[in-house]
């Protein structure tokens, strides 16, 4: 599949300089000794062992999978098809993931689930944009999706959670449930990630845009799981803390909108009640002086709200430029920085005139 990519769009100004590595048009070939394959897994017996086959058969030795007490033979086939199998210390994708890239002691981390529905030839063109600089990738399952991959009710939830992301954090990244993820240590390192469920993939979205984490998004192929593969997910109850996670990080990421939200709706809440109040009293002269201060203090407390949101987005602007500046020294300071002498005693000429490093 060719694909040069498609940097994902933000309205955050920071977000579009932020990062350290330049976007540039060079490429740095990163070899397959570079990358670890990285494979959380609960109860993937009947297809993790080809998920590891085929990457190996693409030339990726270095395969990681971390498991969360699967209570088949998922570790036992994992190590016999070659890959080095870690026991989660706590619970939840969100931990096994972190706890995994503590141990990963190479540069680039490719990361999918274990049960068959992505592809591993499109390895390449999840790694590609990395070599250009950027430092996550987010593979779009649909692009490419067979038609019995997801559900009915899971496809509407997916595009929900995807603009309501959009709407709140202001990136569009297509697919931010998607599972399939590229990133480079240093960049996952800059994080902070808290969640242990499946929220992750959530959190790893939102958090790229907080930090200003050149993310970018392709497509790739997704296909149904396996019929002997069960799944893990629960549409509804999962679905729901993803939107409650959406919401919540917003708080440190977009606090014009959560703390905003908070008091537009303290002002309806105590607009609505005053009205009743004042239709009461007009109506049948009869007063409500409990309800009329409740709805005096609902009123008050939206709009200290609002001029909260207000502040913190304030501040929060100020943080990201800042932070935008320190980057851009540091890389000018990087580009620039001279030859020193001890650089030049760590060099020296053969007969032909031709430099070496010692």
């Not at 590229?182 to 939102?206: N, P, Q």
């Not at 309806?268 to 109040?277: E, L």
């Not at 239709?279 to 609902?298: K, M, N, P």
Request: hydrophobic content about 35%.
């Amino acid at each position: 599949m060719e694909y040069d990519g498609t940097r994902a769009q933000s309205v955050d100004p920071a977000s579009e300089t932020g990062g350290v590595l330049a976007m540039t048009d060079k490429r740095h070939e990163i070899s397959a000794e570079e990358v670890c394959i990285l494979i959380p897994t609960l109860n993937e017996a009947a297809t993790i062992g080809d998920v590891i086959d085929d990457f190996q058969e693409l030339g990726y030795g270095n395969v990681v999978v971390i498991d969360g007490g699967s209570t088949d033979a998922t570790r036992e086939i994992a190590n016999e098809h070659g890959a080095q199998v870690l026991t989660q210390s706590g619970e939840g994708k969100g931990q096994a993931v972190r706890e995994a890239v503590s141990y990963i002691d190479v540069p680039y981390v490719l990361m999918l689930d274990g049960d068959g529905t992505y592809d591993p030839e499109d390895a390449e063109t999840m790694l590609e944009p990395l070599s250009r600089g950027y430092e996550h990738v987010i593979g779009n399952r649909f692009a490419d999706m067979d038609d019995d991959a997801m559900k009915a009710l899971n496809g509407v939830g997916n595009r929900l959670i995807n603009r309501s992301f959009r709407y709140i954090h202001g990136a569009a990244y297509e697919d931010i449930l998607s599972g399939y993820r590229a990133f480079t240590v240093d960049s996952f390192d800059r994080l902070s990630l808290d969640s242990d469920g499946f929220t992750i993939e959530t959190e790893l979205a939102v958090e790229c845009v907080k930090h200003g984490v050149e993310t970018t998004v392709v497509p790739v192929s997704y296909s149904a799981r396996p019929e002997d593969s069960e799944t893990n997910l629960h549409p509804v109850k999962d679905g729901g803390t993803i939107i409650l996670a959406l919401y919540s990080l917003a708080k440190t990421n977009n606090p014009l909108f959560y703390f905003g939200s908070l008091g537009v709706g303290g002002i309806a809440a105590g607009g609505t009640i005053a009205t009743y109040v004042l239709w009461r009293w007009l109506q049948y002269g009869v007063g409500h002086e409990i309800l009329a201060l409740v709805s005096a203090a609902a009123i008050l407390l939206g709009v200290q709200l609002l001029m909260f949101g207000v502040l913190s987005d304030m501040l929060v602007t100020l943080h990201r430029e800042q932070r935008r500046r320190l980057e851009q020294i540091t890389r000018n300071a990087r580009d620039q920085r001279p030859t020193t002498e001890t650089d030049r005693a760590f060099e020296y000429e053969d007969e032909d005139g031709e430099q070496h490093d010692e």
